[in-house]
């Protein structure tokens, strides 16, 4: 038969791209300190964490943090 296309990780590509994206926006207002936190919640504090739950309030309705989650991480070197 015929040679089937060869198809890209689009999807991962851009997700990774994004996601250094990130890293590098807080590195730079960070002034370099590869310890902090960085991503998504560095930028929005608290509201893009995995939470199912905090100080006894349901965050499970929030969808948001189901999927923005994966754009927050420990630090730089982590991501």
């Given at each position: ?11 991962v ?14 590195l ?11 991503g998504l ?39």
């Amino acid at each position: 038969g015929r040679p089937v296309p060869r198809r890209y990780p689009v999807f991962v590509s851009v997700q990774a791209l994004v996601l250094l994206g990130f890293a590098l926006v807080c590195l730079v207002l960070d002034g370099g300190d590869l310890s902090r936190e960085e991503g998504l919640e560095r930028l929005f504090p608290g509201r893009t964490q995995l939470l199912l739950q905090h100080d006894c309030q349901d965050r499970r309705h929030e969808v948001w943090r189901w999927l923005l989650y994966q754009y927050t991480h420990v630090s730089f070197p982590h991501a």
